[in-house]
Each structure stands twice: as C-alpha cells, then as structure tokens.
C-alpha cells in the first residue's frame, strides 16, 4: 500500500514507522509495560499494600520478590512504585535506594552507594567520604535516629538479592533487617531474587531479623493469556501520534494473532520458556524487520526471528569450518565414541585422521602435522574442544588431553548441512568405527 | 602517642616540701604540706600545696581537675607512695553523654562542675598530679569572662552529683576543702610561723582602709605586709589557706545549724577527724557527706551576722593565731575560742567573698603561666598589660556588682593556684600595701553590698551608686600602681620557664586533631580548586517528613502497630527469671563498684537483647531514683562493625566521644581501664553478636573480658551470642577462662509463652481470635520458638484478614488467616515453581530424572541429560530443540536453584543435580 503513496505522506509515513519502532523498543528493552503486568493481581496489591503502609504509616517492613528470571519482578516493583508515586504526598516522602548485587559486589561499595543515593552529609557532590567502618557508623546512627513518626521512610530496594547475602557477615542485611524491626526510621528493604532457596542462605540472625514476607511470581499463565500478552505488547498505544497508522497497525498485529503459523511459533516459545525477555527478543527481531517499503509485521517476520532465536549456537559454527577442520571432529566424534567420553589428545586425533586419509579418503589431500596442528588449535580456539587441566599444566601440545564440546547429532546436523561435504567424508562420519 | 606520654611522665620527680608535718601512727601516714614538682633539664620547680586546684594526669590525654586536699605519704617508701587526697572537679565531657543535656545550656568549653557524688574515691597518686590551675567560681547566672581570658582558667558554676546540676553551695566548697587534717603550723623552709596567722588576720582588719589596687588583694589576705619582710609573702599566703579553711570545716562540720558548741563536741570531732583518716577511704568520704550537708543550710545565716561582727574582729586575730595552733592540738581548745571560730569563719568568708572582684584580671595575670601552648612569651605579654588595664577602667557599677557576688574562697585559691606552680614571685613591699589597701576596700564594698542585699528592693539602686561610685574612682587612680605591680609580676613570671606544662599539652592536642585531619586532607586531592569543604561534622541524619504519618485508623492497624517488632512493649513477660538474674547481677556489680564478665546465649528471637535493655531500662530509673549510684551504658554490635577491632573505636567513641583508630583506640581503653580514677562511675557495657568479633589472635575478646577483670575498671561486660558452648568452641583457654562461668541461657518460647507475649502486646486490643492465636503460637514454638517469627506472621495475618473483610467478614482475625499467613510463610515454593514452569522445563526435568535412575547415580552430565531430553520430547510429541535451547532451559533452572549446577563453561559436561527431591518433582509434575 505504500506504493499508492504520495511522496511526502511516505515521508510522514516513515516517520510514524520509526516512532512507533522507537516506543516498541523502549518497551521490550526498559521493560516499560503499558498498564499493569499480568496475572499478578494478588501479588501487585500485596507489595503495593505494604509499601503504602511504610509510606503513609511508617511502618518498617521487608520482603522478598522471588520468581524465575524474565518473569516480571522489577517489571512489577516499578509498576508498584509509579503507581505509589503518583501520590503526591507519598512522592514527597519516600526516599529511594536502588541497589544490585551486581553492581554493589561488597558492603563496601553498597554502604557508599547507599550513603549517595540517601544524600546523607557526608556526601560532597557525588563522592563519599570516610572509611568503611566510618560510613556504616554514620549510616547506622543516621537511620537511628529517625524515628517512625518524623523521618521520611526510606525504600531499599536489593536486586539479585541472593549476592548481597554471600556479603561477609551479611552485615548490610543484618543492618538493614535490623533497622526494620526496631524504632528507627521508618524502611522497607525489598529484594528481588531468582533463587527459591534464597532464605537458606540468610544467617540464622539475618534469617530472623527479616520478615519472612515472600512474594513469588511463578508466571502461572496459560497460552491463551501469552497470546494476550504478544498482543498487549506488540500494540501500539491510542494517544499515538498518527492514529490512522496506529489503527492499521493494531489491526494488522490482531489479524497477526489469528494466523496460525504465529501462533505455532508461539507455541514453541511458550513451550521453552514463559520468560517475558525471550519474548521480547523474538519481537525485537521481527520489529527490526520493519521498514518503510515493509511497514507491517508479518508471519513470515516473526518465523524468521524464530528461526534466528532458537538457531543452534555451535551448528552454526561448524557451517564455517574448513574440510580438515571437519575431518578432525570427526575423527574426534570416534573417538569420543570409541572412549566412551574419555579425553584425548591431538596425536590420536592425527592418527585416526591419517587412518581415514590412508584407508578411505579419496578426496581429502594429506596435509603435513603442522597444518593439522594448525586446524586443531583453531578448533581449540573457536572452544569446540576444551582441553582438561588448566594453561598452567606444562604438557606438549601433541599431548594435552582434551574433550569435545559437541554432541554427535550436533556434528551430523551439521555434517547435512555442509556446502559440498565430500561424500567419503560423510561416510566416515556415519560409519560406526573409524 | 602513648608513648610520648610516659616519657614525660618519667621526667617529672615529685618530692615533698619540708618533712612530714603531721603523722598518723596507725596508718604510718606522714602528711605533708606540698609537693614539689621537678622537671627534668629544668632547673625550676613548682609547688603544690592543699587548697591548689591541680590538673591530674587523666585517662585519653585529657586531665583531670581536682582541689587538693592533702598530701600524705603512705610509708611504704615506694614510687607511688605519695598520696593525694583530692575533691573533685568533672569538665562537661565526663558527665555521662545520656545526661548531659540536664544541663540545659551549652557548656563553656573551660567550664568544670564540683563532683559531688558521695562514694567517689578522692584518693589519688600524688605522682599522677600535672600542674595546678586556675578555677575561678561565678555565680549561676552570671556570664563566663571574656573571651580573653578563656584559656586556661577554669570556672566552675555548677556542682554535679551523678544526677542533676545545681549551683555549688559556696560553704560546700569550702568545706570539703577544709577537711584536710593537715596542720596549719608551716614548715616550709623559708616562712616563719606567726606569718600566716597574722595574715588571716588581715584580711578580718583590712576594711577600715577603703581604696587599694585589686590585683593585690590577694596579697592582702596575707596581711603581713606591714610587719614582716615580703620577699615569702607568696608562699606564706598558699600554705594560709588550707589552715584557714581547716578551721572553718571543724567548726561547720559540728555546728548544726543555729546550736553552740560544746568543747566536747569539738573534741569528739577533732578526734574523729584523726580517727577517720585511719579508717577506710570510703568512710571517709561517706561521713564527708553526711557532713557537708548540715554546712550547707547555715551558709547564708553567718553572712548576714557578719556585718555586724564586723568591728570584733581586730581582736580577733591573736585569737586566730591560738586557733592555728590549736588544730594541731585539739585538747587544748577552749570554749569560748569555739565560739570565736565560729565568728572566724564568717569573717574569713567575709574576707574571702570580696576577693571576688578581681576575678577577670586574675584570670588574666595568671593566663601566661597556665597557658598550654608554647607561643612567645613576649608577644603574649605586651597585649596582656593593656587588657589588663582596660579591664580595669572599663568596669561599669553593673559589672561590679556582678562580680561581687561570685564567691570568693574559690579565687583565693584560685590564686593561689596560679603561683605556686612557679618560683616564689619577689614583689615590692609598696605594692604590697597597696594591695592590702584595696582589699581594705573591698572588703568595705562587700559588706555595704551585703548590707544592701538584705535592704529591700526598692532602695538598690540608690545602694549600688552609693557603695560603687567611690571605689571606681579608686580603681582609677590604683590602676596604674596596679598595672607596674601586674608587669613586675609578668616580668619574674615571665622569666620562669614553663616547659612542663606546654610541652605537656603540645602532644595532647594532637590527637583530637588527628581524625579530623584525615578526612579533611582527602578532598584536597581533588583537582578542582575550590571543592566543597570535606563535611567534617557532618551530621547522620535522614531528612525528616514533610507529612505526618497517619495514625492507625482501625482496630486492625492498631494491632498491627502494636504487633510490629520495633514497638517498645510496657514489659516483657516470659522473661522475668532471666531479668531478675541480670538485673541482680549488674546491680550487685554497680553497687559495689567492681566488674564482671555474664555470657547471655540463647537462639535468635529469644529476647536476649531486649530483656538487657529492660534491666538497663530500670537500672536507670533506679540510677535516677538515687537508689543506685549512676552508671553509663554503651552497647556495641558484632554485626554493626566492619571488622573486629571497630569495636575499640566504637567503645571509645561512645565513652568518650573521641575518635581513633582501632589501634589507638585500643591503647586508650586500656590506659582508660588501667589507671584508676576513683569519680568514674560503673561502665556496662553490652556486647552483642559476640561471635563476630573473633580473631585469630582473639585480642579483642581477651580484652573485652580482661578489663572487667582489673579493679580500676568498674567495667560489667554482657556479652551475648547465639551459641551455648561459644566460650569452649571458639575461644581459647585465656579468653574463656577471663569470661568465666556467669553465664546465662535464653531457652526458645514455648506455645504458652509465644502466646502470652502475643496476648501483653496486644494489650486488650481485640483483633484475634484465641484460636488463630493458639494455631500461630503453636506452630512457631514448633519450629523455631522466635517471638519476632510469631509477631510476624500475626501482622501478615492482619493484613489477610484486612483484605478479605472489606469483601465480608467479622473483622477479627480468624483461624483462615492464620493459616494462609503460614502457608505464605512457610510453605515451600518448589512445587508451585515446579508447576509453573514451561513445558521444556518439566521435560528437562523428567529427563533428569529417567538419567539419574539410568545411572543409577544422583548426578548426570548435561549431555547425558540432553539425550533423554531429546527422547522424552519425541515421546511428547514436541518438535525437538537444539542444544543451545536445551542448555539454556537448563540453566534456568539451575538460576532458580531447583537444578544444582556447576558453572556453565563446562558446557557439555557440566554436572546436573537436584535441588529437590525425585518425589516432589514427579508429584509436582503428576498434578499437572
């Protein structure tokens, strides 16, 4: 259709594609999910329940938002604090922590963090003065003093929870916790955590200073209801800008919906994971897809961006390898099954592949040992094979044990694939012995 | 640092003045009259003798302030056996930090309060003295001097007697400064006898010559001037005052308020006197007590009498002298001489109020000698002279009146204190008589001042111009005799090297120096020229609300603000044997003034630290019910340090308010807890998570538990932690041995209890039921006994029941709350988890399992596991995955922990096993 177009209304045209691509990016990127998320109702009121009370009442509480990854935890957090910001009362009251154990790898860093995002008055400018020792002191004698009627509640808020709690000591957590469950100033300590077992690794003190509130989000939906998530998701908002290119967009992704090979790739992903990001991934392709000369998502988009999402890393890899580099995985697939898994080491490769080129090879040339040592440490290099100890263990090359990282129906997947595999090699590879 | 210190300490020699003046056969006491003071590489010595204000080596370089009283010799010829009997002073930072508000106004920084706590012990190594210095008494609500003269004069306002401040009772003063036995007859080297006698007498004479210089006033209490060579005044006029004051306590002491005294009386005190210096210390100053209080009230009588008394006292002095001797031999004493010292007293306070006056210019003169820094003396000199001068003219009627009303014994002392320090000062003898002029005059202003007090208030004004206007005029024309006789003094003072004491205080400001330095040298590094100043006394603090938080609005709220953790319950029940055995302990410990080590252990949850805070709770109310002398609680918290040895910095900070390294703070505490200082009241000190301050070394649990053990210390350590058998596990024999085998354990709640607790705290408000509450007690006695657990869950149990009663509901908690809170509590996620995850993920799963019972082994490689997958995905009926997918399926798993996992660059071969049991896996996978 955009063929019958008129220059500059293919101008605008493109302009809509490119915003409309930019706010889906942003949704699948930031995770910025329009209305609330999905089928946590129970969840959402509970941590939104809490969090009011800690604000409005200043009652100190904490809790652990546990749920697989990709299933919506920060997506649900953030959600909770717009909506409690959107109070104007609140916003003014509640002040933020935002911590990842990614980041903060030790109470150290977490204390100073902490510190800067209070803007307590040891920080200049963005630097935190004073040793360790020195700001937990201040931070602990900052937080007692406050009380529950006077200072403004604090919200901590712990991503990857569970590496805060191989901290030595856990003293951040104790603290925390503590201050939680006494008269100080009013804080909710929320972790988000990936781990089921996450109390398990709480120190028994820790363990009983912390609430023992969990909220699991254990993406229990159905198809049907990730199909409604696809939809929600791909949608483009009312208030946008063209709400003619919207309504042709929102259409086309609702007819989207009822063809069957979407929903057949679907399906597939819904069987391999209820993650939100997988999906996000799958629609990020397909999205990337469009241009102005193809201003829709199409099945065949999206079977596309299937195809490239669940495409086989090391298959891949094996598309790029020379002849020689084939024949040795091979020769090593033999050995593999010959040793039942055992390690082995460049010689015995050679000698099976001098083996096939004797006995069976008719296309292949016999190259020297050093272009075969070559091949081998490229293998090495493009880790299709792992060697056993560590670069510290002085053996000769020829000798070094190694093992295949590759599985046999990997190698004859590939082996299928291959652009003008010579016959005899093929053979050798399905032969059962070398 | 510390180190510094000693070698300091070692260059001092003390040595007595003359011989002993006084001996006490049944202690073998030799009292002496001063000590002599010797620096080494200084061929210049001090003297101190009772009556000085003195600077007392103290613990964390700072020194202590105290009166002497007396100087004794024990006997037994060692190096510490030199005593000193001493009436205490506190500075504002040893008043424990938790009452240090009471008193209502920021301190001056140079201001010391009269230590009146009854069972302090006063008893000091004459060795530990420093230097003397200059305490001057204000009136309460009169302003400190100006800034000028701050140095190193000290000022003492208020008393404070372990509980409040209130205004030093000036008889008070004066008393527990007459106490001392020592004799009045000198035997100093260069000072004949009678001189002293005469020269109390003076000071009675004086007010018949109105206009002197005021700055020789204090000479004029040693009224010899007219009689005996000058050159000795000044020692003659220091060993005055004690006698003075000697004989001033005997007779208050006796004397109950308005009653005569009989000669037996006297007797009967005077050998009490002797007989309770052989006694016990505490004894001592537990009678001193007793009778400083009767002193107190006929304070005011004998101001009042004086005025009339006045003309007597010329007579009086011969009397005087008799009464000098007559200490030393009490016998002797005749009734009617009682009478007359009775009269004495009143005209000594008379005498000595109106020294008062010239207070500020003391301060003044005497700021060169008592100055702690080293700068050069000449500069210091010159704007000296001339404030001095300034001072004078510049005092308006006003000011005057002010000053009159300081008492006065406080700044004879205090002048003596300036002196004696340094050489014996040469004055000329017509600076002497002018001196005793003024006081002449002073006097005569006193007691028109006094006069008038007693006058109505209607006529002061016209009193005060009356009294004030003459004698400014004098002052004027005295002034310059004054200021010639000030620079004559500066000039011979001036020439007296003061290195003890600077070099003495030089080292002890560093430290206070050295933390601020640190921080404040870091933003330096900064390339920017002007960053923002290093926030050095940056305040902790979370910005306060700018709404007010709503109260609880329904009985529900109300709860679960009362079942919070954090809210202070009225008491603690299911507590009271452990209460009572803690609260015994560290009252006993109080009491008596000792230490002791208590190990407290119990499972988290158990109230371990609560109930110490209980018993601290009402040791303090006891504390200020004054059934218990006062102590200080401090608390420190394993976890709530970065590493083992912050606990010294924080012990440090929170008993001292200094800051330090761990290093130094260490020798700090321990300087703190080694020396002996007899005015510092019991430490408990309450040590949390002791587990966490273990060390290789273990330094710092020896020392924790090592300090309760030295008798200076008056240190009780509670020590709390987890484990019963922490002492045999962890420590090793020296430290468990010092903690010894007061221990205590704290055993988890049982149901009834949890449920009383439950039951105190919710205090009649009626928001459960009894069964849901039975239910919630039961299950968390069952399985962990923490009451923090139990309150927990019914606060989430109020908010189920919240929830679901705005649908319907009786708005009480019921048992279906309960349950659901523990089923969120406690039920393990597993299964849910299991149930909710994708289809590839229960295959993966399954495989795992079809691989283990294969290999009959409870661990299998991915790839291994990775063919079963592929299998158990055909037999589905789903389209196979590839090995990329399969190991990320798998380690998703492996994130959410129901896989056990090795790290997953072992690709291939890494090794699978589960989190959760084959038979939860296959029931999860069942229902499904």
Known sequence: ?434 | MSRYFTRLKKRRVYSWIGGPSFIDRKLKHMFYEGLCIKTDGNTNTGCIRPGHYILIEGDEDRSYVAKLLKLYDDGTGTRSSKHAEVQWFVRFHEVPQNKRKRLGRDPHPNEVFLYEIPNCDSDIDAETIITTVQVQHLEENSPFPAAQSQENSLYVKLSWDGKSFSPVNLDLLLQSGGKPVLPASSHTDSLPKPDLDVSRGLAVDSPSRPTRSARQQHSSTSKYSQSKELSDRQPSNVISTPTARKKLQLSNSVKPPGSKLTRDDVLAELLDEDRAVSSLEAEVTRRRALASKPSSSPSKKPRDLCISLSPIRGGQITQDHQLANGTQIGPRLQPEELVKRTLKRESRAESTEDLAGISPLEGEVSEGRTRGSNPPRKKEATPRKSSVKSQRKGETPSKRKDSIKIDAPLDILIEDGGEVGGPVVAVTPRSRRKSAQVSSARIQQQLNYLNRKQSTDFDVDDDEEDVFLPTKKDLKSSSEEESESVTGRRGSRSAVPRTPRSSRKAPSRTPAKTPNKTPRRTPSKTPVPRTPRTPRHATPSIPSRTQPTRKPGNVLEEARARLHVSSVPESLPCREQEFQDIFNFVESKVMDGTGGCMYISGVPGTGKTATVHEVIRCLHHAAEQDELPSFCFIEINGMKMTAPHQAYVQILQMLTGQKATAEHAAALLEKRFSTPAPKRETTVLLVDELDLLWTRKQNVMYNLFDWPTRRQAKLVVLAIANTMDLPERIMINRVASRLGLTRMSFQPYSYKQLQQIITSRLNRVRAFEDDALQLVSRKVAALSGDARRCLDICRRATEICEFSSQRSGSGLVAMSHVMEALDEMFSSPYITAIRCASVQEQIFLKAVIAEFRRLGLEEATFQQVFRQHLALCRVEGLSPVCMSEGLTTCLRLGACRLLLLESSHRDLHLRVRLNVSQDDVLYALKEG
């Open chain 1, 1 to 434: 259709m955009s063929k019958r177009k008129s220059k500059e209304n293919c101008l605008t045209h493109g302009e809509c594609i490119s915003q409309a691509q930019r706010m889906l990016r942003e949704r699948f990127c930031h995770q910025k999910i329009p209305g609330k998320p999905f089928g946590v109702e129970s969840q959402h009121k509970h941590l939104l329940e809490l969090l009011k009370r800690t604000a409005v009442h200043g009652e100190s509480n904490s809790v652990l938002i546990v749920g697989p990854r990709g299933a919506g935890k920060t997506m649900l957090l953030n959600c909770v604090l717009n909506e409690l910001l959107e109070v104007k009362h609140v916003q003014e009251n509640v002040l933020q922590v935002q911590l990842n154990g990614l980041l903060q790898t030790d109470d150290r860093i977490a204390l100073k963090e902490i510190t800067r995002q209070l803007h307590l008055e040891n920080v200049v400018g963005d630097k935190v003065f004073g040793s360790f020792a020195e700001n937990l002191a201040f931070l602990l004698e900052a937080l007692k003093k406050g009380d529950r009627s006077s200072s403004r509640p604090v919200v901590f808020i712990l991503d990857e929870f569970d590496l805060f709690a191989h901290h030595k000591n856990q003293t951040l957590l104790y603290n925390l916790f503590d201050v939680s469950q006494s008269a100080q100033t009013p804080v909710a300590v929320i972790g988000l955590t990936c781990r089921l077992d996450v109390l398990e690794l709480l120190e028994k003190r820790v363990k009983s200073r912390f609430s023992h509130r969990q909220i699991h989000l254990l993406s229990s939906f159905r198809f049907k209801q990730y199909l409604e998530i696809f939809k929600m998701q791909l949608s483009l908002p009312e208030d946008f800008t063209d709400r003619r290119f919207a309504e042709e967009w929102n259409q086309n992704i609702k007819s989207l919906c009822e063809d069957r090979s979407v929903e057949d790739v679907l399906q597939k992903h819904f069987c391999s994971s209820k993650d939100f990001r997988s999906l996000h991934m799958l629609l990020m392709l397909a999205l990337s897809r469009v241009t102005v000369s193809h201003p829709a998502i199409k099945p065949t988009d999206l079977l596309e961006a299937s195809r490239l999402c669940t495409m086989d890393s090391k298959a891949n890899i094996l598309h790029g390898l020379s002849v020689l580099e084939l024949c040795l995985i091979i020769a090593m697939k033999h050995l593999s099954d010959i040793y039942d898994g055992e390690p082995f080491n460049f010689q015995m490769v050679h000698n099976e592949f001098q083996k096939f080129i004797q006995r069976k090879s008719h296309s292949v040339h016999n190259f020297e040992k050093p272009v075969v040592i070559k091949a081998f440490e490229h293998l090495h290099q493009l880790e299709l094979i792992k060697p056993m100890e560590g670069p510290s263990v002085r053996t000769q090359k020829e000798y070094q044990l190694v093992k295949l990282l590759l599985d046999n129906s990997q190698i004859m997947d590939a082996l299928q694939k291959y652009p003008q595999c010579p016959t005899d090699v093929k053979q050798w590879a399905t032969s059962a012995f070398g």
